[in-house]
């Protein structure tokens, strides 16, 4: 994997923003894969500022979440198809039938799911996935134990991850779903190319089992390791644990300058 090791988070942001437009202005009708949280935040801001500044275009594009809450109603704030329209869809000019996401209030999840991995088939897959990381190393919302092999399902979320994730339920972890549908690991795997953002103190363990520890489901972040292009892009305060560091910079300092992410 190239993993970059950034001095701030939003040096990072722009080097994910250019993946991104590279993507939207070399691919006919490009596929954006994006995570919610907050770890993606500057990079959705910097590619709106890049629409309303140059005229960067999402016309031709199509977006698919990670992942949704189940049991929710659509129009709740934390749900993820909210998030991703208030902090970034919202603000470009992606068509109103480009942004895709699992279908976590329907009655039916086990169709759900199957009519996400269609969808998902119909378009040609995801070109550029832009992924966090949870603090247990789960991806979209494939906790520890998760296979490695999976599709799109619903799972059930762990306390820790329901109490990361009760800030976006007015710190009240009771009003945090138990159940999420979300795409599986070989879901996820099946991008072209996979970004992976980390910042902070708080991701320097889950990233480092991520990246440098042994593959297992237990770390579901690790099966990144199986994928052929992956960036992982982290400032100094998530890459305190990495073994390599100083091999990572030293990659990413003599990188030729012909070569791209
Ligand atoms: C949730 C999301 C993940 C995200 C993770 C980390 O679990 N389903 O896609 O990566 O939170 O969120 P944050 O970036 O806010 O730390």
């Known amino acids: 994997m190239e993993i ?10 722009i080097l994910a923003a250019d993946i991104v437009e590279r993507a939207l202005t070399t691919i006919a009708t490009p596929v954006l894969g994006l995570a919610t949280g907050t770890t993606p935040l500057a ?10 500044e140059s005229g960067l275009s999402f016309v031709a594009a199509r977006v698919f979440l990670l992942d949704e809450y189940v049991g929710l109603p659509r129009d709740h704030p934390a749900a993820f198809r909210q998030v991703i329209a208030r902090e970034f869809t919202d603000h470009i000019d992606l068509p109103m039938t480009g942004l895709h996401s699992p279908d976590g209030p329907a009655a039916d999840i086990a169709g759900a799911a199957n009519d996400y991995e269609r969808a998902l088939a119909d378009v040609g897959g995801v070109d550029v996935q832009i992924l966090g990381i949870g603090s247990d190393g789960h991806i979209g919302f494939n906790e520890p134990s998760s296979s490695l092999g999976s599709r799109t399902r619903l799972k059930t979320l762990t306390s820790k991850t329901r109490i990361d994730n009760a800030r976006f339920f007015d710190d009240d972890i009771d009003q945090v779903p138990h159940h999420c549908l979300t795409q599986g690991i070989a879901t996820i795997l099946e991008a072209r190319h996979i970004v992976l953002l980390a910042f902070g103190e708080s991701k320097a363990c889950p990233l480092t089992r991520a990246v440098e520890g042994p593959i297992t489901a237990m770390v579901p972040a690790s099966a990144l390791q199986l994928h052929p292009h992956v960036t992982v892009l982290v400032d100094e ?10 091999y990572y910079r030293e990659t990413f300092e003599n990188k030729p300058h012909w070569q791209t992410f």
Do not use: F
């Open 237 to 246: 305060a998530a890459a305190t644990e990495l073994s390599y560091a100083d």
């Open 43 to 52: 990079t959705y801001r910097e590619l709106i500022s890049r629409h309303v």
């Open 4 to 13: 970059v090791i950034t001095e701030t988070p939003e040096v990072a942001a």
